[in-house]
């Protein structure tokens, strides 16, 4: 995982102020709430107390209460109230989850994963114009898949894998119609079409800061008449927002953990139709209707190759690229460089803060002094706790 990174965790609907809302995250199991404010707080769901899972918990005035034995916790992370002890009871500052920044943005929860910063010097959450300022409807859901993300994020830099991966259910019938066909022989001239355009030309790729953009022609060899153009564009860490003249989608492939991916798709209405539906909602039925086709028909498609792919995690070295593999290259490099940057950020974050670490032993996790803000200190971070502690050399 690329740490001090901006990543969408969840749909902002998701967490109402009625409940806790938990979520598996980064390697991390999280909860998130709203304070009475309506802020949204979010924190590691681990309770100190026994370890319960705070997000199976309920909302009690401006805390989270444990479900296990009903310890309190308020948004800055301190433990308000014990039960067991009584209402006087003198709570050890130490009894406290840890609190992680997060933001709402574009109809997303965004997590920042990484080194603890002043909220005034963390960075602005990176989304292409071409997502943030676009003016279509859409609908948005998500769904878990046992895949790497690198390996997810590849199967959308390229598209010369669909004539192969998406040709053989009836619901392709779809593609064959809409992205390369006629409706001539009952669909089928497009299924040849379709499967014939297995060329990519004019492929260019441009880099701009974390985002990569890449253009191409998906073409007939034979027929360069039957012709896709695409625009991928690519946002650090695990944004990719696909073009077509017939359609345009953006995925976040978001961490889970090691072994899986949260894939966050977002479609956006058809051109053709937007003339015949004048109401927003109505506009946002054809996209949900592809988001479902893309949940239980293509993805699962891409899902079958990818959960047998060797190695599980890409990077530099492990494939055989050709050229018109260039987005997908750079995506590696510049990956393997941001974990790079991020590891030694750290390590000279750790060296101004503690100049002779290897001198001091380490203190008993139930010991240390309370972190005045409600977050974890370096000392806790390197003591390997939460998710700042996931040692950015490790990172995958
Ligand atoms: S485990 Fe949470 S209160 Fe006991
Ligand atoms: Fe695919």
Redesign the pocket.
């Known amino acids: 995982m690329i740490p001090n990174q901006w990543y969408p965790i969840l749909e902002t609907s998701e967490v109402g102020n009625g409940k806790p809302t938990g979520v598996r995250r980064m390697g991390q199991e999280l909860v998130l709430w709203r304070d009475l404010d309506g802020n949204l707080v979010c924190q590691g769901a681990r309770c100190p107390h026994k370890g319960a899972n705070l997000a199976d918990g309920r909302m009690k005035g401006n805390t989270v209460e444990c479900p296990y034995h009903g310890f309190r916790y308020g948004p800055d992370g301190a433990c308000k109230a014990v039960p067991a002890m009584g209402s006087e009871a003198r709570i050890p500052g130490s009894l406290r989850v840890p609190v992680y920044p997060v933001r709402e943005a574009h109809g997303l929860v965004w997590l920042w994963w990484g080194e603890e910063r002043a909220e005034a010097d963390l960075p602005g959450i990176q989304v292409a114009p071409v997502v943030a300022g676009n003016p279509k409807a859409h609908s948005t859901t998500h769904w878990t898949r046992p895949v790497h993300y690198t390996r997810y994020i590849e ?2 830099l390229e ?1 010369y ?2 004539t192969y ?2 040709r053989d259910h009836w619901f392709n019938y779809i593609d064959y119609l809409f992205l390369y066909g006629t409706a001539r022989k009952l669909g089928l001239d497009g299924k040849e079409r379709y499967l014939a355009a297995t060329k990519i030309v004019n492929h260019k790729l441009e880099t701009e800061g974390q985002t990569l953009r890449y253009s191409f022609d998906h073409q007939e060899e034979a027929d360069p008449q039957n012709t896709t153009h695409y625009i991928i564009t690519f946002t650090f860490p695990c944004q990719v927002h696909v073009q077509t003249e017939q359609f345009e989608a953006t995925s976040w492939l978001v961490p889970v953990d090691d072994g899986h991916t949260e894939h966050i798709l977002r479609w956006y209405e058809y051109p053709a139709f937007k003339p015949l539906l004048r109401s927003e909602r109505l506009r946002r039925i054809l996209p949900w209707a592809s988001l479902y086709m893309e949940k239980w028909i ?2 699962v ?2 899902v079958r190759i990818m959960e047998r792919q060797e190695p599980k995690i890409s990077e530099g070295g492990v494939s055989k690229f050709i050229p018109v593999d260039e987005l997908n290259a750079k995506y590696l490099a510049i990956r393997s460089r941001l974990i790079q940057e991020a590891a030694e950020s750290k390590t000279a974050k750790e060296t101004a803060a503690d100049p002779l670490p290897a001198a001091e032993a380490p203190e008993p996790a139930g010991k240390r002094p309370a972190p005045a803000n409600g977050r974890r200190t370096t000392k806790a971070a390197a003591n390997g706790e939460g998710l700042a502690a996931a040692r950015a050399s490790r990172a995958r």
């Open positions: 199967s959308l598209f894998h669909v991966v998406h293509q993805d498609q891409d």
